[in-house]
T-cell receptor, first 116, second 108 residues
Framework: EAGVTQSPTHLIKTRGQQATLRCSPI?????VYWYQQALGLGLQFLLW???????NRGNFPPRFSGRQFPNYSSELNVNALELEDSALYLC???????????????FGPGTRLTVT | AQSVTQLGSHVSVSEGALVLLRCNYS??????LFWYVQYPNQGLQLLLK??????LVKGINGFEAEFKKSETSFHLTKPSAHMSDAAEYFC??????FGSGTKLNVKP
């Protein structure tokens, strides 16, 4: 069974541009999570989608946004890129989590975003 | 609000020694707790999880963790370290809050 896939593997953008990152969850998983892993800062929670709806959002500015498609794949958009947005962006998927029950997450390999 | 604190960004042990990685959490609701491991240049994979029930949880590769509600802790242990355990370990609390990670170095 295929794991979580992310594309592209690497992405180089200049400051002020927009970046779009994509994620395909494991078949049967309806929840998708996005994280930012900057050097030395651990995993910072960005967004959680389930069944096409945004369930929760981390402490990031509105220029970080995303969506989940009917096939449960997801994309993360980062507008007006800043140098400090350079990081590894990880996507994870799980079975349909609710506010009362959470399943373990399965992670993709990540997209390395470099902003110059 | 939920949060996770991992004590010690770097831990170094000798091969064969006890591994102890510390995790404390804050949660306003009964927590679901997880430990993940990240090997160099790879994504994260689940080591073990606590949802409800038995407070001592066994995971893969000989790791285990004990949920202590009174101490709001979920420390990860392994009786005998192996060189292949060298990696970064993340503690997480539901829904999606991760600690800053602890890099484990295993000395021969």
């Amino acid at each position: 069974e295929a794991g979580v896939t992310q594309s592209p593997t690497h992405l180089i953008k200049t400051r002020g541009q927009q970046a779009t990152l994509r994620c395909s969850p494991i078949s049967g998983h309806t929840s998708v999570y996005w994280y930012q892993q900057a050097l030395g800062l651990g995993l910072q929670f960005l967004l959680w989608y389930d069944e096409g709806e945004e369930r929760n959002r981390g402490n990031f500015p509105p220029r970080f946004s995303g969506r989940q498609f009917p096939n449960y794949s997801s994309e993360l958009n980062v507008n007006a890129l800043e140098l400090e947005d350079s990081a590894l962006y990880l996507c994870a998927s799980s079975l349909g989590a609710t506010t009362d029950f959470y399943y373990e997450q399965y992670f993709g390999p990540g997209t390395r975003l470099t902003v110059t | 609000a939920q949060s996770v604190t991992q004590l010690g960004s770097h831990v170094s042990v000798s091969e064969g020694a006890l591994v102890l990685l510390r995790c404390n959490y804050s949660s306003s609701v009964p927590p679901y707790l997880f430990w993940y491991v990240q090997y160099p240049n790879q994504g994260l994979q689940l080591l073990l999880k606590y949802t409800t029930g038995a407070t001592l949880v066994k995971g893969i590769n000989g790791f285990e963790a004990e949920f202590k509600k009174s101490e709001t802790s979920f420390h990860l242990t392994k009786p005998s370290a192996h060189m292949s355990d060298a990696a970064e370990y993340f503690c997480a609390v539901s829904p999606a809050y991760f600690g800053s990670g602890t890099k484990l170095n295993v000395k021969p």
